[in-house]
C-alpha cells in the first residue's frame, strides 16, 4: 500500500524536481501537485512535465494534499508555510528537505500549529540548481534522516519513513538538534571550508596571473565543485544552523592551530598520525557504499 495517494511539492529546484521524478518512476499512480514562487520555474516544469498539476499559488497545489512536501531555502520555510496555511488540509502531513532542522521546524509549526509536522532530510544534491538539473535515482542508496519533534505521532513517522524508502533512501530517525550537530560536521562545515579555500584562491588570481585557475590540482578542483552550490540555500543554512557550526568551526580552529604547529616545529609524527586517521575514515565512507573507490573519484576523461 502506497504510504501517500496525493503529494504536493513547493519548490520545484534540484530537490523538488527529483522528488517528483522519483516518485513517478516508483509510485506512478501518486498525484503530484507543484508549486514554485518563479513565474518561469512553474512554466519550465510544465514543459518537462513531471508533475500531475503545476499551481500558480501556493494554497491552490494543497487543498486535496496528504503530504506536503516544502523544498525551499531554510530561511523561507516560514513564509512558505504561512501561504498555505488557510488552505492546508486538516489531515495533511507537512515534511520538508532542509539541512538544518530545529530552525526549521520552530518555522513550520509558528506557521502551521494544527498541523502535523514530519521534518526530513535527504542527504543527497549536486551542485547544480534548478528543475532541470533534478534526476529520479538521486536518493536511490542514499540517507534520509527523518526528524520528528517530541510527541510526533507514530503513525505520521512511519509513512514518511516509507515514503523516503519507496524513493530508494535509506531512512535514518534522529532528534532535530543532534541532527544539526552531526550535519554541521559532514556537510556544513566542509561546504564554509570550500568557500573559504576558493574565495582565497580567487582574491589571490591577480596575484599569481592566473596560475591558480590554470593549475588547479584534484583537491583544489574538487573544493571548486562544493563552493559552486547554491548561494541562496547555502546562506540560509549556516544562519540556520549558526549554533552547531559555530561549535564545530571552533573546534576546527584548535585542530588547524594544532596542524599549524606541528608543520612550524617539524613534528612529522603528529602529519603521518592525522593523515592515517583520516585514510581510515575515507575506507570507511567507500565500504559504506557512500562513495566510489574508483580512481579519480570515478571521472570520466
Not at 530537490?15 to 521524478?21: E, F, L, P
Not at 523561507?76 to 496555511?85: Q, S
Request: overall charge negative; glycine content about 8%; hydrophobic content about 45%.
Amino acid at each position: 500500500m502506497l504510504p501517500f495517494a496525493r503529494v504536493t511539492i513547493i519548490g520545484l529546484g534540484l530537490i523538488g524536481s527529483s522528488i517528483a521524478r522519483a516518485v513517478q518512476a516508483t509510485m506512478p499512480t501518486v498525484r503530484l501537485t507543484g508549486y514554485d514562487a518563479s513565474p518561469e520555474v512553474r512554466e519550465r516544469v510544465r514543459e518537462l512535465g513531471f508533475t500531475d498539476d503545476v499551481t500558480d499559488t501556493a494554497g491552490a497545489s494543497v487543498v486535496d494534499a496528504d503530504l506536503v512536501i516544502f523544498c525551499v531555502p531554510v530561511g523561507a520555510m516560514g513564509a512558505a508555510a504561512a501561504e498555505i496555511a488557510d488552505d492546508l488540509p486538516a489531515d495533511a502531513i507537512v515534511s520538508d528537505v532542509g539541512s538544518s532542522k530545529a530552525s526549521v521546524l520552530a518555522a513550520l509549526a509558528a506557521a502551521l500549529p494544527d498541523a502535523t509536522i514530519i521534518p526530513a532530510h535527504p542527504v543527497a544534491g549536486t551542485e547544480n540548481s534548478g528543475p532541470d538539473a533534478g534526476f529520479a535515482t538521486l536518493f536511490k542508496d542514499r540517507w534520509c534522516i527523518v526528524t520528528p519533534p517530541e510527541g510526533a505521532d507514530p503513525a505520521a513517522v512511519q509513512k514518511v519513513e516509507a515514503f523516503w524508502q519507496r524513493l530508494g533512501a535509506n531512512v535514518d530517525t534522529m532528534d532535530p538538534k543532534h541532527h544539526d550537530l552531526v550535519l554541521a560536521v559532514t556537510s556544513h562545515l566542509p561546504h564554509l571550508i570550500a568557500y573559504t579555500i576558493v574565495g582565497t584562491a580567487s582574491d589571490m588570481e591577480g596575484v599569481t596571473q592566473g596560475e591558480v585557475i590554470k593549475y588547479s590540482a584534484g583537491g583544489f578542483r574538487d573544493f571548486t565543485r562544493i563552493a559552486a552550490s547554491d548561494p541562496t540555500m547555502w546562506r540560509d543554512v549556516f544562519l540556520s544552523n549558526k549554533d552547531a557550526v559555530l561549535e564545530m568551526l571552533q573546534r576546527f580552529s584548535e585542530d588547524l592551530t594544532a596542524l599549524q604547529r606541528a608543520i612550524r616545529w617539524g613534528d612529522g609524527d603528529t602529519l603521518f598520525d592525522l593523515f592515517t586517521r583520516t585514510r581510515a575514515v575515507r575506507r570507511s565512507i567507500i565500504e559504506q557504499g557512500q562513495d566510489d573507490a574508483a580512481p579519480d573519484f570515478g571521472r570520466h576523461h
